[in-house]
């Protein structure tokens, strides 16, 4: 949602302005907007997610994502710090470039992994967010805050409240 789209329904909660034959409609876009461009991450983010050091193996971390059904890991370094994130599209870029070798999977963690990722904070809006990731092409946002990892938010997690604030 653009500046804009904020803009207007700011202004059409304030002036009480009511279009003939359309007012009901106007009125509930307007109220969605305001209350995405209000929802902050810290209500959607999930807490504490899985992690893995810059050591961890490829094939562990790639057994872990399986197993927890999950296609993004914060890479973490000491003191809960994010130094990274592993997507399962980083794992087949990486074996693709190692075709020939066959032992990919022993591979630690820092030799497919994105350095500083995108982050975002707990008090972010949704809006804002949702944005970042389209624009960037990514999959997931680490949630930072003091510089620690608090939290993740995937592209899952911001449709599906946007889903959900249109079905209110």
Not at 16 to 31: F, H, N, P
Not at 48 to 70: C, D, F, W
Not at 71 to 81: E, F
Not at 109 to 131: F, H, K, N, R, Y
Request: with cysteine; charged share 25%; aromatic share 2%.
């Amino acid at each position: 949602m653009g500046r804009r789209s904020i803009e207007f329904a700011q202004a059409m909660r304030t002036s009480g302005l009511r279009l003939q034959g359309m007012r009901g409609r106007v009125e509930r876009m307007a109220r969605r907007l305001l209350q995405a461009s209000r929802m902050k991450l810290r209500e959607i983010m999930k807490p504490s997610p899985l992690t893995v050091t810059e050591s961890t193996r490829l094939g562990e971390a790639q057994q872990m994502m399986s197993k927890h059904r999950i296609r993004h890991l914060p890479v973490i370094a000491a003191g809960n710090r994010l130094c990274g994130i592993l997507s399962e599209r980083d794992i087949l870029e990486y074996r693709a470039k190692t075709a020939p070798r066959e032992d990919w999977w022993q591979a630690p963690i820092s030799a497919a992994m994105v350095e500083s990722p995108q982050t975002a904070g707990p008090d972010d809006s949704l809006t804002e967010a949702a944005g970042r990731l389209a624009v960037a092409k990514i999959g997931a946002l680490p949630i930072v805050e003091q510089g620690a990892l608090i939290g993740l938010v995937t592209v899952t997690d911001v449709l599906e409240a946007e889903v959900n604030q249109s079905m209110r």
